[in-house]
């Protein structure tokens, strides 16, 4: 029987064992998003890529959230995601993270993906 | 608990002295909590101004949207409020500024672009009657043909709703760009921002003084909903001073949001 060892078992994709090897010459510059619905208000994400996942994300606008303490929720859902994880992810973290418990006024949980994609393609404003 | 109307509630008027930009956050939070506990019954507060501000929103990161070195240079206070929105500029005697801090029950089951609109329904019937014709703009805007009038931003804590309503009566739009960053995104879809969206004032469209458009909205909000003078209470005065100092006038507050 062959010993199949699977290299993403205790490993991510791009072989750091923890998320500690991306402080060894690997966080980026700090990164600059920012997005705007139609109609809706402005999200701004600031983040720093580190061993190719999101570290330091803080979410920012002139949005409205209930309660205003879940902004924590909506950065801490970020973090550790991996920097090409895609809109559609952040989105889903965004929105499982704020749960029933609490809601966005002008913009949604796509928006603050948007940006955090706009940030890490270095796309502050189009 | 089902929505009851503004009648249902014995609605109480604070107009006091000018007060400080920290003691205005203060207030907010202290009076939203007292009406919430149930020891205030529900309240309009029109503000006066003792010094210039900029207030930014609950979620507004103080570096991307103030230029502190201008800000500082104006001698302009940079404070944070509790709710969410965007950046307002105030100097004494050019803003009419005011408070509802109304029960959770008024807004009860609606949206949060209905409970806007709700809120504002009085003073847009008061601008009518200053030859106005406002009206309410979602997100959170008033407006009118010529230009934007007003920014309104909403709270919510525990059984109450507090809902903050900052009119332009008159404005330096030079100093406000000095000190507010505003930044290409947030042009992108109107060419305008909160700050600098293209603002007339009331000074212009009412002709009248700024006391005057005040008289006139608070006989329009007694007429439409019933209202008595009160005043702060000690207790209130003190845990809004108290307040102010621990929390608003501190740069931890104010970069909470870096």
Redesign the interface.
């Known amino acids: 029987m062959t010993h199949v060892i699977d290299p993403h078992a205790n490993a991510d994709e791009d072989g750091c064992l923890s998320r500690a090897c991306g402080d060894y010459g690997e966080e980026s510059m700090p990164m600059h998003g920012e997005y705007k619905e139609p109609g809706g208000k402005l999200v701004v994400v600031d983040l720093v890529v580190s061993g190719g996942r999101l570290s330091d994300v803080r979410v920012s606008g002139d949005f409205f959230l209930e309660p205003d303490s879940a902004l924590d929720l909506i950065n801490r859902a970020l973090v550790g995601t991996r920097a090409d994880a895609g809109v559609d992810a952040w989105a889903t973290a965004v929105r499982t993270a704020l749960g029933d418990g609490a809601s966005l006024y002008g913009i949604s949980a796509e928006g603050v993906a948007i940006a955090v994609e706009r940030a890490v393609n270095g796309e502050a404003a189009p | 608990m089902s929505r009851t109307g503004w009648h249902e509630h014995d609605w109480q008027l604070i107009h006091t002295d000018a007060q400080s930009p920290a003691m205005h956050m203060a207030l907010d939070e202290v009076l939203t909590n007292e009406v919430s506990a149930g020891r205030r019954r529900p309240t309009l507060r029109v503000w006066e101004w003792a010094d210039p501000a900029v207030v930014i ?5 103080l570096r ?1 949207e103030v230029d502190g070195d201008a800000a500082a240079g104006h001698g302009i206070q940079v404070v944070r409020r ?6 307002m500029f105030i100097e004494p005697g050019n803003t009419i500024t005011y408070s509802i801090c109304g029960p959770l029950s008024l807004v009860e089951g609606l949206s ?2 209905q409970s806007y609109e709700l809120m504002d329904r009085w003073v847009i019937e008061a601008l009518a009657e200053l030859g106005v014709a406002a009206s309410y703009q ?3 805007d008033i407006t009118s043909p010529a230009g934007k009038i007003a920014g309104a ?4 804590k525990g059984n109450a709703v507090l809902h903050h309503v900052t009119m332009a009566y008159d404005i330096d739009t030079g100093k406000m760009r000095d000190v507010l960053r505003i ?4 042009l ?2 109107k060419g305008t921002t ?1 700050a600098a969206k293209r603002v007339d004032p009331l000074r212009s469209q009412t002709g009248l003084p700024r006391a005057a458009v005040i008289e006139r909205m608070i006989a329009a909000f007694r007429r439409n909903h019933g209202l008595r003078d009160d005043h702060l209470t000690p207790d209130e005065l003190g845990q809004a001073m108290r307040l102010a100092e621990a929390k608003f006038e501190t740069a931890e507050w104010t970069a909470v ?2």
């Open positions: 929103g609950r979620f507004q990161s991307n509790i709710s969410g929105g965007g950046a949060f672009q979602p997100l959170n931003a909403q709270a919510r930044g290409r995104e947030k992108s879809d909160s949001v870096p």
